[in-house]
């Protein structure tokens, strides 16, 4: 519950973005870890903005599946299901997801989560340098690490952020830099950022600027590099980065649907991670201040055609889903009653049989 000194929450969208939310048949997911919470934006039944947010400590990656999606928090990753059956709109809601299962990683800093067919996750452990699957009797099993790693430490050497994945396996993944040393990724910013090719360990793309959020889509490799504030696209011929469009913000996490991205934008913070950036100085040319804001752009014109602005209480975004075929979506935490009186009874049919 916020107090008398906690910011306003201000989410406003551009003139155009509900008719275009509309027009999608889905809502939209984004998760910020400095203020603790995951949003989910849909549409009232009168075509205004619906918000809901619930509170996570540290929420960070996101991933969307079939009636389900996982989210990372501290310590712990949470598989959350749509308990709500297909036509049923209690209150206005169509959907209404359920955190239902934790697993506690501990504090490993997970980044990017990809949902794979069977339902498990498949993420980004930054502090371990790995990509990784949750394990049975711990907190998780590495599955490739970059080649420059010599080994599986609780160190964020190289700042392994983001991963494409292709048929459920990691197919590129971006870091900042190619460090093997503790918090070495920070001498990296500036240009140091790297695309690597998961089945070659080949680095295809180099001199980035802290590079974020790469996905697969329509078989071109897109991605974010946050330090120019600039999306683009992965030209795997050539190896390099094509920018697409310049946005006003530190942009991480990125989603599509259609012809259009969605990608988070952040207001840069004060400190070390953020100073000496281009993106500070192509803001100044430009005349631009830095956003917090989904942005969506579209894939053929390069334009920014609608904007979701988020002042006041949220300043910085990681992640950002897009969750199709739902309007109007609704969670529950685990700060109120709520969820104490939430039951879904599912048959054996549904499971596939019993289970001993």
Same mark, same amino acid.
């Given at each position: ?137 711990? %907190?998780? *099993? ?7 790693? $010599?080994?599986?430490?609780? !160190?964020?050497? &190289?700042? =392994?952020? #983001? ?62 590099? %946050?330090? *120019? ?7 795997? $011929?050539?190896?390099?980065? !094509?920018?697409? &469009?310049? =946005?006003? #913000? ?107």
């Amino acid at each position: 519950m916020m107090d008398a000194k906690t910011p306003k929450l201000d989410i406003s969208g551009s003139r155009l973005f509900v008719s275009w939310l509309a027009s999608c048949n889905a809502s939209l997911a984004f998760t910020t870890y400095q203020a603790g919470k995951l949003f989910m934006i849909g549409l009232k039944p009168d075509q205004s903005l619906s918000v809901f947010e619930r509170t996570f400590d540290r929420c960070m990656g996101l991933g969307m599946g079939q009636g389900q999606f996982w989210m990372s928090s501290l310590y712990q990753m949470w598989r959350f299901e749509n308990f709500l059956d297909q036509g049923t709109t209690p209150d206005g809601y169509d959907a209404l997801y359920v955190p239902l299962a934790g697993h506690t990683t501990g504090d490993v800093d997970v980044h990017d989560i990809h949902v794979c067919a069977d339902g498990s996750p498949l993420f980004v452990v930054t502090r371990f340098n790995c990509i990784a699957r949750l394990a049975e009797k711990g %907190s998780f *099993t590495p599955v490739w690490h970059p080649p420059f790693i $010599d080994r599986i430490a609780a !160190e964020d050497r &190289c700042h =392994l952020n #983001g991963m494409a994945v292709e048929n459920d396996r990691p197919r590129y993944v971006t870091c900042v830099g190619a460090s093997n040393v503790s918090d070495g990724w920070r001498d990296h910013r500036t240009s140091g950022g790297l695309v690597i090719d998961v089945d070659s360990n080949e680095t295809i793309v180099s001199g980035l600027s802290m590079p974020h959020s790469p996905r697969l889509y329509r078989d071109t490799l897109y991605m974010l590099q %946050s330090g *120019t504030g600039e999306f683009g696209k992965i030209n795997l $011929d050539e190896g390099t980065f !094509e920018p697409i &469009c310049f =946005l006003p #913000g530190f942009a991480r996490g990125l989603s599509f649907i259609g012809n259009y991205a969605v990608i988070g934008l952040s207001q840069p913070r004060d400190g070390r991670t953020f100073n000496g950036l281009a993106l500070n100085e192509r803001l100044e040319a430009e005349g631009a201040t830095a956003k917090c804001a989904l942005c969506i752009v579209n894939l053929e014109t390069g334009d920014v055609e609608h904007r979701l602005d988020i002042e006041g209480l949220v300043h910085e975004l990681y992640d950002v889903a897009v969750v199709p075929g739902v309007q109007r979506p609704k969670m529950l935490g685990f700060r109120n009653d709520e969820i104490r009186f939430a039951a879904r009874i599912v048959d054996e049919e549904e499971t596939g049989g019993p289970r001993h």
